[in-house]
């Protein structure tokens, strides 16, 4: 990685100087680059979103900021991510910038390129053009945005000027203390714009519901390449997927939606494995719980259990299908009207009812799904499902009357993924379960009618999962 070349304010050890002759001749025999004004697909439909904002919110100001880079080590920083909400209502995704509805007038404030006469396009590692690449001018991402833009220096003061602002908090430092320094913190008017913002977020409009058919297709093809090469899976052990999936998802998309979880044999059994870092050992399960976010930062999150052998074993099987029918009973219950809640009982029925088959149970199936005992749940202790859209768990701040207690509705996209997971220390479970863990997931669409699978392209079916294994494998 090269030096830098920062300001004398900012000057690290290993900085070299500037001198004024260099300074001079920096800013000297610079092109106008060509402006790119192509306006972006999203335009349209962030408009819209904003005139649901703006009439939610008519007689306020609202701050939603897309948040500040983030130093991972020292003066290196995190590949950035905008804030969901800012992205959502603006479709920006570069870093630093706020987006201000003012009693109804949109307002996008950020850093825009640097003038050659700035000297900080050569020598702000964090910013410059040299440093990090070329950022829009001010007329170019109004035109793209359709959204009218300021330098993001005029913030400050006009903050100033409206205490009582409305802000996404927690998401821009800065931001929080600006308004902070005039009025004491609004709490429960801020909560009120995030759980809105959330809420406006529940229903997909049909650019959203491309974007997400799109990166599901992309996820499927990540896990396509993983099979491809499950000699070298064999051979390296989970991070050879983890790398083989993440090289997928930057080719086609942005990036994973999330740390992608790559779990065989016991690490199956950890429901938010991310070390990723075990062998594939020929007789395991291996449970890939991954998603690949689109270019427009909306994310697929797909779950599959595989036999590392390539075919199941007749236990592996059996306890399998238990899931696969746990799911499928989960699915049918994902309709317009139903309450959000009925997937996942409907679900958890079917576990109930098998794990009292496999004696595990110290009450009746009945018994335990009474909301009083769930005792069940020592073996599948998550949800079934969740919103799904530009967070992997998305809609996180709408209200619960809205969400977990609410209904369904067309256009939400959501997940249902049972699953089983018998610890390795577990000693209330026969020692030939230990130590396995089965998911299944897959993303689905509501419809005036039902549902659609978004991901039903991916095998699910013991039989379809061991033919897919064995004719990627060649």
Request: hydrophobic share 35%; net charge negative.
């Amino acid at each position: 990685m090269s030096e830098d070349s920062t300001s004398t304010e900012n000057t690290r050890s290993h900085d070299q100087g500037v001198p004024e002759a260099l300074t001079q001749f920096m800013r000297q025999g610079w092109a106008d680059p060509p402006v790119d004004s192509t306006e972006e697909p999203v335009a349209g439909w962030a408009a819209k979103r904003r005139s649901r904002l703006a009439e939610r919110f008519a007689d306020d100001v609202v701050v939603v900021p897309a948040g500040p880079l983030k130093v991972r080590a020292n003066d290196t920083d995190y590949p950035f991510r905008p804030d969901t909400a800012h992205v959502w209502l603006t479709g920006n995704q570069d870093s630093d910038a706020v987006f201000v509805l003012d009693h109804g007038q949109p307002t996008l404030f950020f850093r825009p390129r640097a003038s050659r006469q700035s000297d900080e396009f050569f020598r702000d590692a964090r910013y410059g053009e040299f440093w990090t690449g070329r950022r829009p001018s001010l007329a170019e991402t109004e035109e793209r945005l359709g959204l009218p833009c300021r330098h993001l220096d005029d913030l400050a003061d006009l903050l100033e000027k409206m205490p009582d602002a409305r802000v996404l908090r927690d998401v821009d430092p800065s931001v929080d203390s600006s308004v902070d320094r005039q009025v004491e913190r609004a709490d429960d008017r801020d909560a009120e714009l995030a759980s809105a913002l959330s809420e406006m977020r529940l229903v997909k409009d049909p650019w959203e519901v491309e974007q997400m058919q799109l990166a599901v297709d992309i996820t499927s093809r990540g896990f396509d390449d993983c099979l491809r090469e499950w000699d070298q899976v064999l051979a390296h052990g989970e991070r050879w997927i983890d790398g083989t999936f993440f090289r997928r998802a930057r080719v086609e998309g942005n990036d994973v939606g999330y740390h992608s979880i790559v779990g065989s044999g016991s690490h199956a059994t950890v429901l938010h494995w991310n070390d990723n870092d075990g062998p594939v050992r020929s007789g395991d399960l291996l449970l890939l719980d991954m998603g690949v976010e689109a270019r427009s930062l909306y994310t697929a999150d797909i779950t599959r259990t595989l036999p590392a052998s390539g075919t199941f074993t007749p236990l592996q099987r059996d306890l399998y299908t238990l899931v696969l029918n746990a799911q499928s009973a989960g699915m049918e219950a994902v309709k317009p009207g139903a309450a959000f809640k009925d997937f996942h009982q409907a679900a958890m029925t079917v576990l109930a009812h098998g794990l009292s088959d496999l004696g595990l149970l110290p009450v009746s199936a009945e018994e335990a799904l009474d909301e009083e005992s769930t005792v069940y749940r020592r073996w599948t202790i998550h949800g079934t499902g969740h919103m799904l859209g530009l967070d992997v768990h998305d809609c996180a701040q709408a209200p619960t009357e809205k969400y977990r207690k609410g209904t369904l509705a067309p256009g939400y996209v959501l997940t249902v993924e049972p699953g089983l997971y018998f610890q390795t220390d577990d000693e209330l479970v026969p020692e030939e379960l230990r130590g396995i863990g089965i998911r299944i997931e897959d993303d689905l669409l509501v419809t005036e009618d039902g549902h659609v699978n978004l991901s039903a392209a991916m095998p699910r079916t013991p039989d379809d999962v061991e033919a897919w294994m064995a004719r990627l494998r060649g």
